[in-house]
């Protein structure tokens, strides 16, 4: 029989509210213990916390199986915030014979009992880490079905061509079976894979909103990429001195620009070193300015550089313009008294836009881009294989179990471990 689990849901107290989630089959028996007779299903009531010691006053909820969260019984105690009086409560739950939740254990039941499939899941994991709005709404879209309803219906598709196809198959020798395919059918798989194929398409656009916009700061030692950096966050997280080569790693930080998160990233300078350390630094440089997603080349009066970048994603910064300015540059900022930062940022907003403006995409994981290409894979070979029908079949069932790995109707367990080892206790 499955434990009756029991967790704080909410945040850490001292709060104004705390929730209290328990879920299992003796929560009815819990409840009425703590609290007296149950309360109408999905209403809140007031009431006393603790039959034989008063413990707190609350609201309770009752939701019985299997129109709950997780397809279980399940209550909800909505007490004060006190971390004394929460500690009071869950100890005389577990003391009626609950467990403590193990982290993501509620919503993997919810999973096990079909309330919730894998990518819903995913959707709700990034909603509980969203930071901006645009995040936030690329979540709830997931985490509402949106994906899932797209997977269910490529997965009809895909069991009508298997159906049309394995029928003369097995039933070849019955008349009412044609031996040949339908003209149409070769049609048929090339609409389903174009339509996967406009799906993988907006996957960088959801990398992107859900990741953030990487924006490297780019250029030669003391070119000012620290200080930019410190300006731009309003923060001194950076260290700023006069002697080059101070940076050595790739330092990232979080900038909410309009809902749109963006990866400030402060580079080693570019330049040929023998310093073993700092050549790893420029190493590393290069490469994240080869994967940024928009990178500020930064030139200062005062240093010497005849690197000429160009491109769409390319800003060119003229930095230290309180000592002079850089011609040619796209915008000139002094990072000490701020002038020209609010120009910048709005060039690099704009550059933002074109990457992830429009409606939230479905598509945001490296898990999605995997499935979905292993499904196109498998429909090009069977476009090919229509002279073949047992191949064609093959590759039919290959992408069908492609889509249903997405949705973790096959293989979820790992996908799952990995998954729920990053939610809170009580979710």
């Known amino acids: 029989m499955t434990d009756t689990i029991v967790a704080l849901s909410s945040g850490a107290p001292p709060s104004g509210v705390a929730v209290i989630r328990l879920s299992g089959p003796r929560t009815a028996e819990m409840l009425r213990d703590v609290s007296g007779v149950l309360p109408e299903p999905r209403r809140l009531i007031l009431r ?12 309770v909820a009752w939701f019985p199986a299997p129109h709950s969260f997780t ?3 399940c209550a909800e105690l909505q007490v004060h915030g006190s ?28 999973f096990e009992n079909g309330k919730l499939d894998l990518v819903e899941i995913e959707g709700l994991g990034d909603l509980l880490d969203a930071e901006t709005e645009n995040q936030r709404r690329q979540a709830l879209a997931r985490f509402e079905g949106g994906l899932s309803q797209r997977v269910d219906t490529w997965r009809d598709q895909l069991l009508d061509l298997r159906a049309e196809i394995e029928a003369r198959l097995d039933f070849s020798d019955e008349g009412d079976v044609a031996d040949a395919l339908p003209a149409s059918f070769g049609d048929s798989i090339a609409a389903l894979r174009a339509d996967i194929g406009t799906a993988l398409a907006s996957l960088e656009h959801g990398r992107i909103v859900r990741e953030g916009i990487r924006v ?14 410190n300006a731009l966050a309003r923060s001194d997280i950076a260290i700023v001195t006069d002697e080059a080569g101070t940076t050595r790693d790739v330092r990232e930080v979080p900038l909410d620009i309009n809902g749109q998160l963006y990866i400030l990233l402060d580079l080693a300078g570019l330049r040929d070193t023998d310093s073993k350390a700092e050549a790893e630094g420029v190493r590393r440089a290069r490469q994240a300015i080869e994967q940024a997603d928009i990178v500020l ?3 200062a009066p005062d240093i010497v550089d005849a690197s000429d970048t160009q ?9 230290k313009r309180d000592l002079g300015t850089v011609p040619g540059m796209d915008v000139a900022v002094s990072a000490r008294s701020g002038v020209g930062l609010g120009e910048l940022l709005q060039r690099i907003e704009a550059i933002g836009q074109t990457l992830a403006s429009g409606e939230p995409a479905l598509l945001s994981r490296e898990r999605d881009r995997l499935a979905l290409e292993s499904a196109t894979e498998a429909l090009d070979a069977a476009a090919r294989q229509l002279a073949v029908p047992e191949l064609a079949a093959e590759s039919l069932r290959i992408a069908s179990q492609a889509l249903e790995r997405l949705v973790g109707r096959l293989d979820a367990e790992r996908v799952l471990d990995r998954l729920f080892a990053s939610f809170c206790i009580g979710k």
């Open 48 to 59: 006393p916390i603790g039959r034989d010691s008063l413990l707190d006053r609350g609201l």
């Open 71 to 73: 397809g279980e019984d």
């Open 83 to 110: 971390p004394a009086g929460v500690r009071a409560i869950i100890k005389l739950i577990t003391s009626k014979g609950a467990r403590l939740a193990e982290a993501g254990e509620f919503t993997r039941r919810a």
């Open 216 to 229: 490297a700061l780019a250029g030669p030692p003391n070119a000012g990429k620290s200080s930019l950096l």
């Open 297 to 299: 080349w930064l030139y």
């Open 311 to 319: 491109g769409d994603r390319i800003i060119k910064v003229g930095t």
